[in-house]
């Protein structure tokens, strides 16, 4: 059976690149699940989503919060480039919830609609919000 290769890339680091089974990604136009012969598309993700991978070995979902960025697919090729993320295993998930109550707050100002989406991406990343 076909593999993805995929690439989860941000500006300091690669995050995660691999053959996967499917991967899926909330982006401006709506929920994205990307399969194997998916068809060639380019997508602006959701500042303040999740993007999940689904390893072809079997193992766990990988499961990252993203801030601004972008996917491309090309052939059975996936690339997705974001400003900032964090996998799951690396959320701080008090500090997540700090982050959410100032958002909250509304002390962010204009920011903090965006702030609040980013705090409930890394909670949700981490497992402890719907």
Known sequence: ?????VG???PEREVWAGEADQVIAKTIEGS?????????????LV???VVRIKPADGGDWIVAAIGSGFFSVAGDEVSVL???????DEIDVNAARAALEQAMS???GDD???AERRARARLLAAGVED
Do not use: C, R, T, Y
């Open 1 to 5: 059976m076909a593999k993805l290769k």
């Open 8 to 10: 989860l890339v941000s």
């Open 32 to 44: 994205m699940g990307i399969l194997p012969g998916h068809a060639p598309v380019l997508g602006v």
């Open 47 to 49: 500042d303040g989503s």
């Open 82 to 88: 974001v400003e900032q993320v964090e996998l799951s």
């Open 106 to 108: 509304g002390s962010e």
């Open 112 to 114: 903090s609609a965006v």
